[in-house]
C-alpha cells in the first residue's frame, strides 16, 4: 500500500454538509412501538383489570363518584406504565447509538477515528483484520485484504478483494478479486483503503434487512425468576379474588348487597397481592444502570452481564493499555556487548543507527500503534529522518499469534531489496539461527532489560534480489542478521495500584495475562500490587502447551501472572479457572480474543484500540481501555443488584399488611371492609415511584466493595431476604390491627379505617428509609442525597393530609374526620413497629 497521505479525503465541512443531506449510516432496526401501543398493553396489566372491575362495581352499587374516581386512576396506571417504558427505551436507544462500530477515517489529510453513524458517501476509511465493514465501498489501495462476506453469500472461506481507482459501481458479493466491498461484512486478513459509496439503508446488507449491531436486550436471568414469581403470585391473587368474593358474600346473608360488597373484598384481596412492581424494577433498574455505565466508560453490549459483575470473582486482564498508559517511550538500545541510555545521548554511532535505521523500516510512516510511533519518534529526535519518506512498499509479513514478528520489504537499490523484522527477541533470535550459547547470552540481555519493567523486542535485516517470491519470512530469505533490541517503557497508569487494591478488597482475584516477556510481566504485576514483591512465579504459555486440561486447572489456582500467552490459550485459561468454579472476566481486543471473550462468564473488549471482532463477542465495552474503568462497573454492577434486592424486600414487605388487612374482614363475619380498592390504588401510586426511582437512585453502601462476591446461582429471593420482608410486614400487620382493634372499641369502625390508613402510610414511609441500607446507621442514611426519595416522602405525606382534611377526598375514601392525637399516635405506632429492625438489621444481615 503507498503511503496514506496521498489521500486527503473529504474536508470536515464537506463531511458535515453530505451528512445533513443524506442522513446518518445507520439501518432502521426495530422502531420504538407507538405511544397507543403502549398504552393498549397496559390495558392487560392485572392493576388495570382490577381497577376497572373495582369501578364497575362502585358504579352497579349506585356509587357512581367512587366509580369514576376509581376509572380514572386507569389513566395514571397507563401513564405511568408509558413513563417508565419510554424511560427504559431511552437508556437502550442511548446504548445502542453508543454501541455503533467504530472506523478510522481520512478527513483533512489526517486519520481520525469516529462512529460509523457518521459515515457519508466518499469518505475514505482505513481498514485492517478484525474490522467490520461498515457501509458499502470501493477498494482504492489494499494489502492482501481478505473478507468473509458469509453475511451476504453464506460461504464461509474468504474472499480476496483487489485495489481499483478507476471503478465507480459495486459488483456482487462473492467474486475474488474483486473492489467491492459490502457493509457488515468482516475483513480477516491485510488491510486497505476504501472509499464510502452507499451508506444506511443504501447499503446492500440494508436491502436484506440485517442488522450490523445492537444491544441485547433479551430477557436476563434475574427478569425471568421474577417472572415466575410474578405469575405464580398473580395466579394465587386470582384464586384469592374469587375466595374472598365468596366467603365475603355467604357469611353476610348471600344476597346481591352482600356479593357485590364481597367483589370489593376480592378485588382488594387480588389488588394487595399481585407485586406487578418486579418487572419494572428490573427492566428499569437494569437498563438505566447499563445508562449510568456508559458514563463511566463502560459500554453494555449485553444486559445480562450487569448480573454477573456483582458474582464475578476472577478478573483476567491485559498489561498493555489497560494496567499501563499504552504510550510507549523507547528508552534503550542494545546489542549482545553493549547498550545505551537514550535519555543520555542526542546522537548515535553507526552501529546503532542501523538498528534504529532497520527498526523504522519495519514500520508503516502512517501506523498508530504506540511501538510503531515510539521508532518513528525516537529516530526523528536521533537521526533527524523524515519518517514519513521511505522506499515503497513491495511486501509485508503481517505479525502472527504463532510467529510474533513481522517483516517488511522494500526497494534498495536496482533490481535489490531489503528486509526489515522486528519481533519478539526470541523469535527473532531463530529467524537469525542463533546458537544455544547466543541464546543464553541474549536471555541474559533481555532479562536485563525486563526486570525493569521494559517491554523489548529484536530487530533483524536481510537483502536480496528483486526477483523473488514472498512466501514465509522464515524462508524467503534464509538466515536473518540480527542487528540488536529495542526496549521501550510503558509506564503503569497511575490510578492502577489503587484499583487493584479495590479488587482484592471486594474478594476479586486480579490475573494477568500478556503476550510479553516473563520478566516484564511480573515487573509490571509487582508494580501494581498484583502480587507481592518476593512472588517469582509465572506461568508461560509454552509451559501451558505441556500441561493437560486437569493439570492446568490446577495450576491456575496457583499463579496470578501468565506470560507469552498466544490468544488462543486465553481460551484455555478462561476454561480452567471455570472448572475451579470460579466467575471470570475476561478482557481482550484481537480477532483471535473473541473465542476467550465468548466463553468468559464476562468479555469485555478494549474500545479504542479493539477490533470489531472482539467488541461484537464482548459483553462489555471499555471506552477508555482503563483498567480502573473495569473497577467501576463492578461497583455499579454490585450496587444494581444490591438495589434490586432492596427494592424485592420492599415490595413483599409492603403487600404483606396490605393482603393481611383485606383479609382479617373475612375472619369476622360482622366487620366492615378495612381497605377499599381506592385505598390500595393511593399505596400503589407511592409504591411504584418508590420501586421505580428511589431505590434504583439510591447510592451504594460503603462497604458494598469489601464484600465477597455473590453466587452466581443465588437466588434473588433466597430465604433470608424472604423472612427479612416476611418480618416486616408482619411487624407493620401487627401494629395496623393493634391500631384498628383499640380504634374500633373506642370510636368505631371508620375511625378505626381512618387511623390504620395512617399508620399504613407512616410504616410505608419508614420501610423505604430502613431498607436503604442494611449496613449504614440510619443517620448515614438520611445524610445521603436522594431527590427522588424526597419527593415520593412529600408525596405520601400530601395525599395522607388531603385524605383526611379534605371533605370531598375523605368521603370518597370513606374516611372520618379524626384528632391530632390519633393521626399522631396511629402514624407513630407504625414506624415504631420496625424499629427493631434499624437496631438488629447489621447483625442479622452480616454473612
Not at 138 to 150: C, G, P
Request: hydrophobic share 45%; aromatic share 4%; with cysteine.
Amino acid at each position: 500500500m503507498s503511503d496514506r497521505l496521498t489521500i486527503t479525503g473529504l474536508s470536515e465541512t464537506e463531511a458535515r454538509q453530505r451528512l445533513t443531506e443524506g442522513g446518518p449510516n445507520v439501518i432502521t432496526g426495530r422502531a420504538r412501538p407507538p405511544t397507543l401501543t403502549v398504552a393498549l398493553d397496559a390495558l392487560r396489566e392485572p392493576m388495570f383489570i382490577m381497577l376497572v372491575a373495582g369501578g364497575g362495581l362502585y358504579l352497579a352499587m349506585g356509587k357512581l363518584s367512587d366509580g369514576l374516581l376509581l376509572l380514572s386512576f386507569v389513566l395514571v396506571v397507563i401513564g405511568s406504565t408509558i413513563l417508565q417504558r419510554r424511560r427504559t427505551e431511552k437508556a437502550l436507544d442511548a446504548l445502542r447509538q453508543m454501541s455503533s462500530p467504530r472506523c478510522l477515517v481520512i478527513r483533512d489529510g489526517k486519520e481520525i477515528r469516529l462512529s460509523a453513524t457518521e459515515l457519508v458517501c466518499g469518505d475514505i476509511i482505513a481498514l485492517g483484520e478484525g474490522d467490520r465493514v461498515p457501509a458499502d465501498a470501493l477498494l482504492r489501495q489494499s494489502t492482501h485484504l481478505a473478507i468473509d462476506e458469509s453475511l451476504l453469500t453464506g460461504e464461509s472461506v474468504p474472499v480476496s478483494k483487489a485495489p481499483s481507482i478507476g471503478t465507480v459501481e459495486l459488483g456482487e458479493p462473492g467474486g475474488d478479486h474483486a473492489s467491492s466491498l459490502y457493509g457488515g461484512t468482516l475483513v480477516t486478513s491485510g488491510g486497505g483503503l476504501a472509499e464510502i459509496v452507499a451508506t444506511g439503508a443504501r447499503t446492500r446488507v440494508a436491502r436484506i434487512g440485517a442488522a450490523l449491531s445492537h444491544i441485547d436486550s433479551d430477557r436476563t436471568p434475574l427478569q425471568k425468576e421474577t417472572d415466575r414469581l410474578v405469575r405464580w403470585l398473580a395466579t394465587v391473587g386470582i384464586v384469592a379474588c374469587i375466595g374472598a368474593t365468596v366467603v365475603f358474600a355467604l357469611t353476610r346473608g348471600g344476597d346481591l348487597a352482600a356479593w357485590r360488597e364481597g367483589g370489593l373484598a376480592g378485588i382488594a384481596m387480588a389488588m394487595s397481592l399481585i407485586p406487578e412492581e418486579f418487572p419494572v424494577v428490573l427492566s428499569v433498574f437494569l437498563a438505566v444502570g447499563a445508562w449510568h455505565m456508559s458514563k463511566r466508560n463502560v459500554l453494555t453490549r449485553h444486559i445480562p452481564a450487569i448480573e454477573g459483575l456483582s458474582a464475578m470473582n476472577v478478573l483476567c486482564v491485559d498489561k498493555t493499555g489497560t494496567l499501563t498508559r499504552n504510550q510507549l517511550q523507547l528508552v534503550h538500545l542494545a546489542d549482545m556487548s553493549r547498550e545505551v541510555d537514550l535519555a543520555a545521548v542526542d546522537n548515535l554511532d553507526s552501529r546503532f543507527t542501523t538498528l534504529l535505521t532497520t527498526a523504522l523500516a519495519a514500520t508503516k510512516p502512517q501506523s498508530q500503534d504506540p511501538l510503531d510511533k515510539a521508532i518513528r519518534h525516537a529516530a526523528e529526535r536521533l537521526m533527524g529522518v523524515n519518517t514519513s519518506e521511505q522506499h515503497a512498499l513491495l511486501h509485508e509479513y503481517p505479525l502472527m499469534a504463532a510467529r510474533p514478528a513481522m517483516g517488511y520489504v522494500r526497494h534498495d537499490g536496482e533490481n535489490r531489496v531489503r528486509l526489515a523484522s522486528k519481533g519478539a527477541p526470541e523469535v527473532v533470535a531463530r529467524l537469525c539461527n542463533f546458537t544455544d550459547p547466543q541464546q543464553v547470552a541474549l536471555h541474559a540481555v533481555v532479562s536485563r532489560l525486563a526486570e525493569q519493567g521494559l517491554r523489548v523486542i529484536g530487530v533483524a535485516q536481510a537483502s536480496g534480489s528483486a526477483d523473488r517470491r514472498y512466501v514465509d519470512l522464515q524462508t524467503d530469505f534464509g538466515r536473518l542478521e540480527f542487528l540488536g533490541l529495542l526496549a521501550f517503557a510503558d509506564p503503569l497508569r497511575a490510578d492502577v495500584p489503587q484499583a487493584v487494591a479495590d479488587c482484592r478488597e471486594a474478594g476479586i482475584r486480579v490475573v494477568m495475562i500478556t503476550g510479553d516477556y516473563p520478566k516484564t510481566a511480573l515487573a509490571i504485576a509487582r508494580q501494581a500490587g498484583i502480587v507481592a514483591p518476593d512472588h517469582p512465579s509465572v506461568l508461560t504459555g509454552a509451559e501451558m502447551d505441556a500441561l493437560d486440561e486437569a493439570t492446568l486447572a490446577e495450576r491456575v489456582q496457583q499463579h496470578c501472572i501468565f506470560a507469552r500467552v498466544r490468544p488462543e490459550q486465553k481460551l484455555r485459561l478462561v476454561k480452567a479457572l471455570q472448572a475451579r468454579g470460579h466467575v471470570v472476566a475476561m478482557t481482550g481486543d484481537g480477532v483471535n480474543d473473541a473465542p476467550a471473550l465468548k466463553a468468559a462468564d464476562i468479555g469485555i473488549a478494549m474500545g479504542q484500540r479493539g477490533s470489531e471482532v472482539a467488541r461484537e463477542a464482548s459483553d462489555l465495552v471499555l471506552l477508555d481501555d482503563a483498567f480502573p474503568s473495569i473497577v467501576a462497573a463492578i461497583r455499579q454492577g454490585r450496587k444494581i443488584y444490591d438495589n434490586i434486592k432492596k427494592a424485592s424486600v420492599f415490595i413483599i414487605a409492603v403487600h404483606v399488611p396490605i393482603a393481611g388487612l383485606a383479609l382479617l374482614p373475612l375472619l369476622d363475619s360482622a366487620a366492615p371492609l378495612i381497605l377499599l380498592p381506592i385505598h390500595i390504588v393511593i399505596i400503589e401510586m407511592i409504591i411504584d415511584p418508590t420501586c421505580a426511582l428511589v431505590f434504583e437512585a439510591e447510592q451504594p453502601d460503603r462497604d458494598l466493595m469489601q464484600r465477597p462476591a455473590r453466587s452466581l446461582e443465588q437466588s434473588l429471593f433466597s430465604s433470608r431476604e424472604v423472612i427479612l420482608a416476611l418480618l416486616q410486614g408482619l411487624s407493620v400487620l401487627l401494629a395496623c390491627t393493634v391500631v384498628y382493634e383499640i380504634s374500633n372499641t373506642t370510636d368505631g369502625y371508620e375511625v378505626a379505617r381512618t387511623s390504620v390508613f395512617c399508620t399504613l402510610i407512616s410504616s410505608l414511609i419508614a420501610l423505604i428509609y430502613f431498607n436503604r441500607s442494611w449496613s449504614a446507621s440510619l443517620r448515614e442514611v438520611l445524610s445521603r442525597h436522594n431527590p427522588a426519595l424526597y419527593a415520593v416522602t412529600a408525596f405520601a405525606v400530601i395525599c395522607l393530609l388531603l385524605a383526611l382534611s379534605v371533605p370531598m377526598i375523605r368521603d370518597r375514601f370513606s374516611f372520618v374526620v379524626i384528632s391530632l392525637d390519633q393521626v399522631l399516635w396511629s402514624s407513630l405506632l407504625g414506624v415504631a413497629s420496625l424499629l427493631w429492625f434499624e437496631a438488629t438489621k447489621r447483625r442479622l444481615l452480616t454473612r
